[in-house]
């Protein structure tokens, strides 16, 4: 059974930062495709970063530039770093991961289609 926790989200000002991560259980993050998604109120789910087994990456236009994924397959951990961050970036924030170890055209990569496995999410507020 896959489980995937994430934590580190918060209350931040403008201007701050964070990092999320995401522990993952009966999944190994090093073979496959994971990512964090972002839903704010009233708004539809969307993927922010990926990143595949080969450590590509892929990033939503808003975010580029500001976040980081990454990974540390020995913790089989998945983190996103989240700089400069703005009131609009204030959204509950989601690790997915799936059995596919790279997606092409990339922009399938932020598909939440792609994904089969989710965490239950941590909040982000950023005020202005």
């Known amino acids: 059974q896959v489980q995937l926790v994430e934590s580190g989200g918060g209350s931040v000002q403008a201007g701050g930062s964070l990092r999320l991560s995401c522990a993952a259980s009966?999944?190994?993050?090093?073979?496959?495709?994971a990512a964090w998604f972002r839903q704010a109120p009233g708004k539809e789910r969307e993927g922010v970063a990926s990143i595949d087994r080969y450590g590509g990456t892929t990033y939503a236009d808003s975010v580029k530039g500001r976040f980081t994924i990454s990974k540390d397959n020995a913790k089989n951990t998945l983190y996103l770093q989240v700089n400069s961050l703005k009131p609009e970036d204030t959204a509950t924030y989601y690790c997915a991961t799936n059995r596919y170890g790279a997606l092409r055209p990339t922009t399938m990569m932020l598909s939440e289609n792609e994904y089969m496995y989710w965490g239950q999410g941590t909040q982000v507020t950023v005020s202005s």
């Open positions: 009966g999944h190994t993050f090093s073979n496959y495709c």
